[in-house]
């Protein structure tokens, strides 16, 4: 009779549907953080890691097994019903997102003086364009940047999303971003519209 409850307890607990959400909130905030940072000029201020969590230290009386599943059993069903109901945090530590935006922050100095001078503008999707055409001379210096940053832009994307686990968030964190390049664009920039049509901030 124990058996068949513990089989059961097991058996609810498989059966529990973890439904994490893509957290809109958090990636707006992730993305305006990367965005601000790779667009500053001020030295970078290294994070703190966080401490981590203290491991539980074996016990020296242990109860017996059953007790101890059911324990188990139970906040297993606990951590899932949990899941299911909060937003999920977005994780954006990863050597990877490290190396990609490093690359993105070393080309801003570049960029900037072709968005000052109108050049290169946002188009809606959060990707850069050849708005102006450029000098002769410029126009291939213009052209590999533009090819760079938006092959680093579709990178980071991928690179956040298999981060959290969650690859099918990709183009929820592509459209994110794509709002929040428009709205940490500097005094002067220009940014297409989602009907097309191109404005100056």
């Known amino acids: ?65 059953q007790t101890n599943i059911y324990k188990l059993v139970d906040q297993a069903v606990s951590v899932f019903i949990s899941s299911a109901h909060a937003e999920a945090n977005l994780s954006v530590d990863s050597a990877d997102i490290r190396r990609i935006t490093a690359s993105m922050r070393a080309r801003f100095a570049e960029l900037s003086v072709f968005y000052r001078q109108g050049v290169i503008g946002i188009k809606s999707d959060g990707f850069l364009t050849v708005k102006v055409e450029p000098s002769l001379k410029d126009r291939n210096k213009v052209n590999k940047l533009i090819a760079a940053e938006n092959a680093d832009r579709n990178k980071l994307y991928q690179a956040i999303a298999q981060a959290n686990g969650h690859p099918e968030w990709f183009e929820q964190i592509k459209s994110t971003f794509a709002d929040r390049w428009i709205s940490n664009a500097e005094s002067g920039w220009w940014y297409q519209t989602p009907s097309g049509s191109w404005k100056q901030k």
Do not use: G
Not at 19 to 39: L, R
Not at 43 to 64: A, F
């Open 1 to 65: 009779m124990k058996k068949i409850t513990f089989l059961s307890a097991l058996f609810l607990t498989a059966c529990v549907t973890i439904n994490i959400y893509f957290p809109a909130a958090a990636a707006e905030q992730v993305a305006d953080e990367i965005i601000q940072d790779i667009q500053s000029t001020e030295p970078e201020i290294p994070q703190k890691k966080e401490s981590p969590q203290k491991k539980e230290s074996p016990q020296s009386r242990s109860p017996e097994w």
